[in-house]
């Protein structure tokens, strides 16, 4: 697929602010107490802790985690330099096995659904603490405080393994590692909605901790929560979203704080939009993420004339799936998946598009395993700027093998 022709097409998308979609509040089941047995009637025992999970009269706990294995080719282009110290850009080809993911988390809640919790670990390059928070929920309002991922959009608000390509992608690297939207911070946020069931009407709103830059080595960002005690360093953030039926459509705005350099911090606008759709028919369903963030940069094209404007980036993301089977948990399937995603760093610079086009197919059982295969491309155009730190030449492609369990 030629980049022009991808970039063009898909810089409307983009540029409208076709969005993602927060995920929606999680549903609060209420546990229902055992009737009274009648004189002479025996009562029953109840039914022993299901694997990981256990039911006791103060609530239900249960232990999760998964595991994700991969093994890759990649065809990319690394900079050396000759003896006269002159960099020089050549292809390399590289295999790599390894373990992107290994998690472990407990969740709990009451009895009666008012009250849950939740802490995960990723303990691939030691434990490191991913998710801890506490969430209130009556049907109508409630709020949660911890440790999650900023209910902005949709395709970062899905889990890893919900998701059928390999990994989230180069826009997410983009956006997450190097713009600083979405991802995981501290924060509290508040939500009403219509019904706890997962349709109609929601909105969330909240503040997160934002970050500060302290240092880099080479296309590493090493940054650290900030401190002080004043609103400077909280990013805001809003999220609404409508669901109907097997369709759900979001909005979301972020005022984030954004880290431009080593010890500076400042605040940049970030709005997006989005459709999901998770649907069957005659045996076979089909999964659909359209998404599209429009917001403010720092990054810039050196050669670009300086101003006191912050660069405005726009991105769209496309995913759908089809899949055969997997109609209930443990059921087996066979899901064909595409991705097509741009990125445009800066609408006042021409020729500076990146994007990444990736199919695939997962087979497995559902919502439990799947072995993938997939094969994915980069691109990026001639001005794309030096200043996001993706190398010389950031091109690449890359053909994978992933296999993935979850408990």
């Known amino acids: 697929m030629h980049l022009g022709a991808v970039s063009r097409t898909l810089k409307c998308l983009a ?18 107490p055992d009737p009274k047995p009648k004189k002479n009637e025996k009562s029953k025992k109840k039914p022993k802790a299901d694997g990981a999970s256990l039911s006791t009269k103060f609530g239900d706990a249960e232990v999760s985690g998964r595991v994700i294995a991969r093994a890759e080719l990649m065809r990319h282009y690394e900079t050396e330099f000759d ?16 373990v992107p993911s290994a998690r472990l988390g407990a969740r709990y809640r009451s009895p009666t659904g008012l009250v849950s919790a939740e802490v995960d670990l990723e303990l691939t390059d ?10 209130v929920m009556t049907d109508h309002v409630g709020g949660r405080a911890g440790q999650f991922k900023v209910p902005f959009s949709a395709v970062e608000m899905e889990s890893r393994l919900t998701l ?17 939207v979405a991802g995981r911070r501290p924060g509290l946020t508040v939500t009403a909605r219509q019904s706890k069931k997962k349709r109609g009407w929601s909105v969330t709103a909240g503040s997160f901790q934002g970050s500060v830059l302290v240092g880099q080595d080479g296309t590493d960002r090493d940054t650290e929560l900030l401190s002080e005690e004043s609103l400077g360093t909280q990013s805001f953030v809003a999220r609404a979203e409508y669901a109907f039926r097997a369709l759900t459509l979001g909005a979301g705005w972020e005022q984030r704080v954004g880290t431009p350099a080593v010890g500076e911090s400042e605040r940049y606008f970030t709005a997006g939009v989005d459709a999901v759709l998770d649907t069957s028919f005659r045996g076979r369903g089909l999964r659909l993420w359209v998404e599209g963030i429009l917001g403010d940069s720092w990054l810039e094209h050196t050669r670009k004339p300086t101003d006191d404007e912050n660069a405005v980036f726009a991105t769209g993301r496309l995913i759908a799936a ?14 064909p998946y595409g991705a097509v ?25 559902w919502k439990v ?26 091109d690449r ?9 979850e408990f």
């Open 341 to 365: 995603s741009v990125f445009e760093p800066d609408t006042a610079v021409a020729y500076d598009f990146a994007a990444e086009e990736a199919i695939g197919v997962n087979v497995g059982l």
């Open 126 to 135: 030691g434990p490191e603490l991913r998710d801890a928070w506490i969430r």
């Open 15 to 32: 540029l409208a602010g076709i969005v993602g979609g927060l995920a929606a509040v999680p549903r609060a089941a209420r546990a229902e």
């Open 397 to 405: 492609w890359n053909l994978l093998v992933q296999a993935a369990a």
């Open 164 to 180: 059928p390509m390999a990994s989230r992608g180069l826009v997410h690297d983009i956006l997450v590692d190097r713009l600083e």
């Open 322 to 335: 089809v899949r055969f089977g997997g109609g209930a948990k443990l059921e087996p399937y066979l899901e």
């Open 83 to 98: 003896t006269a110290g002159v960099p020089r850009e050549h292809e390399v080809t590289s295999f790599d096995v390894s």
């Open 369 to 394: 395993g799947r072995v993938g295969l997939e094969g994915a491309f980069q691109q990026f155009e001639r001005n794309f700027p030096r200043a996001y730190d993706l190398g010389a030449n950031p």
